[in-house]
């Protein structure tokens, strides 16, 4: 157990938090005092005031700027990517901005309260990006101690590995905590290769924080190991750490990280970590040994650190399936009793759903059998796990002759390059050849995760339906020239003969290769397993100029979330827009056009004025190469 300088009890330190106390804080209706709504992250709100029969009254309330854009041209200000969703706690908004600034938002006007700025580099960024997803909170449990220097936090994980604490208040550090506000994550042994990186927020429950590591995929051969560290919230003592790689595979191999958020139940005092492939991604013959916590639901006591249960989506993972979303926590009815479950999107379009006490499926989950791989040395996994239900909420295989384009010249080159690739349906193992990666690497689902309404029993989530490819090129055989081509994403796999070339298929007019629709949002009744109902979702500008109709979909970024109103908001889409949709029948009730693609989750918030607020950022995706924007947008009934 590492001890960190500074951490000693100090005059200011506070009373805890006890995990009854964090329970009431959430069932507060009012806010949204985490970034998926909860700890549990059902991005749920209890509010009505905004509901099916107002929605379309819905008017712009306020708009605020972070002032930070940059597309990337200049090389020390990489892109930035609007990914953050506030939280709403102690009577305001908190957030972050894409170059790592903390704020503080007056809810109802807008107006930047104060602002805490780190400094964190804006170049040399994990994926070279500028981006802040969201932060945490915690307070005392004295009232009498809120009151003090920080008595209430914001606790925030950035890019650079630094775990910081900020008065909620003031907008200053917190001293108590670690050395001089700050824990230093980068100083502490990942054991692997590469620099660590936060890319979402912290998990909070009673005294204790707890964060993931996002590393560099698909560059080390023994990456960071993505250990996941409990630190305590006053002093950042660091508590307990836990590693998914095994200790014999952990000098060959390394990641099986969670860079996405983490979930939290605060009865049982459990943080649910959703973890991705060890590394490298898509070549594991220096992993052929078993490593059952990779690309896996992990509970973990956050007491102790200790596993309680973990189950593996997908087994030796060569694809880029890390889980890429915050399991979803929540009571479902299902064989007519109240069961407390996990649900957990990935990035097959598979949804499963687990026994939250035990990890054991809730829905029959079949092995079947997968291709095998063909490159020297690698042994896939001979089955894959496969949920009966509910069905996956996007096409999981496509033929040559599935090719799809605009005009016959764009399917036809569509069909000649699927046609050239190793195709076996889902699960076709990477070739030297190329292979079809379908669904892509970006998803099925993906960050946004599922949202569940407990009055209506659905689940709610969005997906992408893209068709890519992967390539396992000889190091040798290698030529930049040729081969780093617009759109071709080139890994260096360090260590091995390889360099894997990975990319979207896209026709000469600018379409995906895959038939549409590329985008869809699902409801699944979670007391069946079965689709309620599923509509394509979102438009895209073709790089050709033309507008893909409704009906086509558009590959999307975000979430939704569900409220007692009867609503599902979510920005998402590509095409500058947010929504709102009925719950019960996926119709389209709301839609405004928002200053840029609003590739971020909402939330829902009812202030201290007695209104109810819709916010979302859309601020556009720099990796995406959409439009670009710093604003963060808020609804309501009434505008000021």
Not at 100 to 129: H, L, T
Request: net charge neutral; hydrophobic share 35%.
């Amino acid at each position: 157990m590492l001890l960190i300088s500074g951490c000693s009890k100090t005059p200011h330190q506070q009373p805890v938090l006890a995990s009854k106390d964090v329970m009431a804080v959430e069932a507060d209706a009012t806010g949204w005092p985490s970034y998926g709504g909860q700890s549990s992250s059902t991005k749920y709100s209890a509010l009505d005031q905004i509901n099916r029969s107002n929605v379309a009254r819905l008017k712009l309330a306020w708009t605020w700027h972070s002032g930070e854009v940059a597309d990337g041209s200049d090389p020390a200000v990489e892109s930035t990517v609007s990914e953050m969703t506030p939280i709403y706690a102690n009577g305001r908004l908190y957030g972050c901005t894409p170059f790592g600034r903390v704020v503080a938002i007056d809810p109802a006007s807008g107006r930047e309260v104060w602002s805490f700025d780190p400094k964190k580099p804006r170049s040399g960024n994990m994926y070279r990006q500028n981006y802040c997803r969201g932060v945490a909170y915690w307070q005392a449990a004295d009232p009498a101690a809120q009151r003090r220097d920080c008595g209430r936090r914001i606790v925030y994980a950035g890019q650079n590995a630094q775990l910081m604490e900020i008065d909620a208040n003031r907008g200053t550090a917190c001293s108590s905590f670690g050395m001089g506000g700050k824990v230093d994550l980068a100083a502490l042994d990942y054991k692997g290769e590469g620099k660590p990186a936060n890319t979402s927020p912290p998990a909070i429950w009673d005294n204790i924080i707890v964060v993931g590591v996002a590393v560099q995929d698909n560059m080390y051969r023994n990456s960071l190991d993505g250990i996941v560290r409990g630190f305590d919230v006053v002093s950042g003592r660091e508590l307990w750490s836990w590693n998914p790689i095994p200790a014999d595979l952990s000098p060959v191999t390394g990641a099986a990280n969670a860079w996405a958020p983490l979930s939290v139940d605060a009865k049982r005092g459990w943080v649910f970590v959703p973890t991705g492939s060890a590394s490298w991604d898509t070549l594991g013959v220096n992993r052929i040994g078993r490593i059952p916590d990779a690309n896996a639901v992990v509970a973990l006591d956050m007491r102790t650190g200790h596993k309680v249960w973990s189950y593996q989506t997908v087994h030796h993972d060569l694809w880029d399936y890390d889980l890429p979303s915050a399991p979803t926590l929540a009571t479902i009815d299902h064989a007519g009793r109240a069961t407390e479950a996990v649900i957990q999107g990935t990035k097959t379009g598979n949804i499963f759903v687990l026994d939250r006490q035990t990890g054991k499926p809730l829905f029959p989950i079949v092995e079947r059998t997968v291709p095998q791989s063909d490159m020297p040395g690698e042994t896939a996994a001979l089955t894959q796990p496969m949920p009966v239900l509910p069905r996956p909420v996007t096409s999981q295989s496509i033929s040559a002759e599935d090719a799809w384009g605009m005009a016959w010249f764009d399917q036809r080159h569509c069909r000649k390059r699927m046609a050239a690739l190793r195709n076996e349906g889902l699960f076709t193992p990477p070739s030297t050849k190329g292979s079809v990666l379908h669904p892509s690497f970006l998803g099925g689902t993906n960050l946004g995760g599922i949202a569940y309404d407990p009055g209506s029993g659905l689940a709610v989530v969005n997906s992408s339906n893209l068709v890519a490819s992967v390539t396992l090129k000889p190091r040798s055989e290698y030529v930049e020239s040729r081969d780093k081509r617009p759109g071709v994403s080139v890994y260096e796999m360090q260590g091995s003969p390889y360099v894997m070339l990975r990319e979207v298929l896209m026709s000469p007019l600018g379409a995906p290769c895959n038939p549409p629709p590329w985008g869809r949002l699902t409801a699944i009744d979670m007391r069946t397993g079965q689709t309620r109902w599923q509509v394509p979702f979102g438009q895209v500008k073709l790089p050709s100029g033309v507008i893909s109709p409704p009906e086509w979909g558009a590959p999307n970024q975000g979430g939704p979330i569900v409220t007692r109103g009867g609503l599902v908001f979510i920005g998402a889409s590509l095409d500058s827009r947010f929504r709102a949709y009925d719950t019960q029948t996926g119709r389209v009730l709301w839609s405004v056009a928002v200053p840029a693609p609003a590739t971020a989750t909402p939330m829902t918030f009812r202030h201290t004025d007695g209104q109810q607020y819709v916010i979302i950022s859309a601020g556009g995706h720099g990796g995406f190469g959409t439009q670009l924007g710093d604003a963060m947008v808020a609804y309501a009934l009434r505008a000021r």
